[in-house]
C-alpha cells in the first residue's frame, strides 16, 4: 500500500489528453514539491515534471503538472503511442522522512 | 553529459551481502544528494535511500534500516549501497540517481539487478 495513491491505470485515445491523479496527505504532498516520472518498458524512469509544474530541458510541453492541497495531477495532451509507459508521482514525506513514491499508473494510448 | 553507471549487481542467498556501486560523470558529483531507488520485478518504484552531498546526512526507508548502508566517495565520484542480511522481498533492479535536494530525481542509471535466492 503505497503512501500515495495513484490509479492503476487510464486509457485515451491518440491526440486526445489525460490526467493522472496523486493523492497524498499534508505530511507529504501538502508541503513538498512533488515531481512526475515516466518509466518507458525495459527502461530507467525519467524525469518529467519537477517542483509540481516545472519541466525539464527535453520535455514537451503537452506534459504538464499541477497541485492543489494534499493532491496533485499530471496532464498529457496530444496522446502519442509513444506515451505508452509507467507514470510515477513522488515527494518527501516530513513524517517519514523518506521519499515516497506513488504505486503507479499504467497508461494505455489506444 | 550526465552519466550515472551501477554495478556489483547479481544472485546472492539469503542473508548474504552485497555491495553496489554507482560510478558518476559529466557533473560535479560532491555537490548533489545522491539516492538510491529500487523496482522489484513487475512491481513500482520504492526509494531505498539518500546521502547529503558531504556524507553527513543519510536518510533509509523504514524496511531496509539497520541492514543497508549508503556511502559515497566525492574523490571517486562514486556512490556506494553495502546491504547486508539480504532477504527474498530485496529482490530487485536497483537505480541510482542524481537528486534536487530533496525535490525530485533528475538522472538515473541504467540500473543493476538483484536477486536473494537459494
Known amino acids: 500500500q503505497s503512501v500515495l495513491t495513484q490509479p492503476p491505470s487510464v486509457s485515451a485515445a491518440p491526440g486526445q489528453k489525460v490526467t493522472i491523479s496523486c493523492s497524498g496527505s499534508s505530511s507529504n504532498i501538502g508541503n513538498n514539491y512533488v515531481s512526475w516520472y515516466q518509466q518507458l518498458p525495459g527502461t530507467a524512469p525519467k524525469l518529467l515534471i519537477y517542483?509540481?509544474?516545472k519541466r525539464p530541458s527535453g520535455i514537451p510541453d503537452r506534459f504538464s503538472g499541477s497541485k492543489s492541497g494534499t493532491s496533485a495531477t499530471l496532464g498529457i495532451t496530444g496522446l502519442q503511442t509513444g506515451d505508452e509507459a509507467d507514470y510515477y508521482c513522488?515527494?518527501?514525506?516530513?513524517?517519514?522522512?523518506?521519499?515516497?513514491f506513488g504505486g503507479g499508473t499504467k497508461l494505455t494510448v489506444l | 553529459e550526465v552519466q550515472l553507471v551501477e554495478s556489483g549487481g547479481g544472485l546472492v542467498q539469503p542473508g548474504g551481502s552485497l555491495r553496489l556501486s554507482c560510478a558518476a560523470s559529466?557533473?560535479?558529483?560532491?555537490?548533489?544528494?545522491m539516492t538510491w531507488v529500487r523496482q522489484a520485478p513487475g512491481k513500482g518504484l520504492e526509494w531505498v535511500a539518500n546521502i547529503k552531498q558531504d556524507g553527513s546526512e543519510k536518510y533509509y526507508v523504514d524496511s531496509v534500516k539497520g541492514r543497508f548502508t549508503i556511502s559515497r566517495d566525492n574523490a571517486k565520484n562514486s556512490l556506494y549501497l553495502q546491504m547486508n542480511s539480504l532477504r527474498a522481498e530485496d529482490t530487485a533492479v536497483y537505480y541510482c540517481a542524481r537528486d534536487r535536494g530533496r525535490t525530485a530525481y533528475d538522472y538515473w542509471g541504467q540500473g543493476t539487478l538483484v536477486t536473494v535466492s537459494s
Open positions: 517542483e509540481n509544474n
Open positions: 559529466g557533473f560535479t558529483f560532491r555537490s548533489y544528494w
Open positions: 513522488g515527494t518527501w514525506d516530513s513524517s517519514l522522512s523518506f521519499w515516497v
